[in-house]
């Protein structure tokens, strides 16, 4: 039973009029949403379990606004949701730092994250875990099975390469082949009830 572990971030809705009030950008209005690349990382986590067993938790840091793409992610269908709480800004090394911590506390064996972040754009979270962790890293995937392992189709010089991922791993999402599905009634319900487990940020 593979414990698997998908990272979510809540950014501003990408389709939202941006508003500048002085010499700084107006969120106080922009509807939050979960950044879209990690709506492929829930689908691949999900995919997962469904070929190989084992159960999805889905996994933020932020204040307890953050709660709702917890709760979207556990209406499209992961098991259990996970915040670390915190409501200052972190940089990259903060940031990926006490994600590290909580995956080894939750004894993760695969994590899934979207590539980048649709208000950084960064694309270093999943490569910074990695390394903290000691793990396998792969990259801006766009196609993925699970045949007895993880194999997934990744750009590469000159093209697409496939690649066979050793566990444990954290693989970067991008959009390629995948369809992400849509929460249903059921789904919706279970997740207004679902209660989030807070941890600490430090």
């Not at 500048?20 to 107006?26: L, M, Q, Y």
């Not at 379990?49 to 556990?74: F, I, N, Q, S």
């Not at 940089?91 to 911590?101: E, F, G, Y």
């Not at 910074?128 to 793990?135: L, N, S």
């Amino acid at each position: 039973m593979t414990n698997i572990v998908v990272l979510v971030k809540q950014v501003p809705d990408t389709n939202a009029k941006i508003v500048v009030s002085g010499d700084r950008v107006d969120l106080s209005a922009v509807k939050k949403v979960m950044s879209p690349y990690d709506e492929f990382a829930v689908e691949t986590a999900l995919k997962h379990r469904e070929a190989a067993g084992g159960e999805v938790t889905a996994l933020t840091l932020g204040g307890a606004g953050a709660d709702k793409v917890l709760k979207d992610a556990k209406a499209i269908g992961v098991d259990h949701i996970v915040r670390i709480d915190s409501d200052a800004e972190h940089d990259s090394n903060a940031l990926q730092s006490a994600l590290a911590s909580v995956l080894t506390e939750m004894g993760a064996e695969v994590v899934y994250c979207g590539k980048s972040a649709a208000d950084t754009g960064a694309g270093s979270t999943g490569p910074g875990i990695a390394e903290r962790m000691g793990w396998a890293s792969v990259s801006n995937i766009i196609s993925v099975t699970f045949d007895g392992g993880i194999s997934v189709i990744a750009p590469s010089e000159g093209g697409n390469a496939r690649i066979s991922v050793p566990l444990p791993a954290v693989v970067s999402c991008d959009k390629g082949d995948m369809k992400v599905r849509k929460p249903n009634v059921k789904g919706i319900m279970q997740a207004k009830k679902a209660k989030v487990d807070v941890k600490t940020v430090d």
